[in-house]
């Protein structure tokens, strides 16, 4: 058996593994933007339109 630890021991080819290394980072940066972009405050504009929706919502179903 081959002990060798970069992955052709498994089959996987040095092609395929950058590939999954390249996976990971990309996986990893996305992760850290989408954390980012969480702790932002919600735009005001946004939620005066979520309360005109909510407004135009129960006038609908007051008819």
Do not use: C, T
Not at 24 to 38: D, F, K
């Amino acid at each position: 058996m081959n002990d060798r630890s970069d992955g052709r021991a498994r089959g996987i080819s040095a092609a395929g593994a950058r590939k999954n290394d390249a996976n990971g980072v990309i996986a990893s940066r996305l992760r850290a933007l989408y954390q980012a972009i969480e702790s932002e405050p919600v735009p005001q504009q946004f939620i005066d339109l979520l309360r005109r929706l909510d407004e135009a919502e129960r006038a609908q179903s007051g008819d």
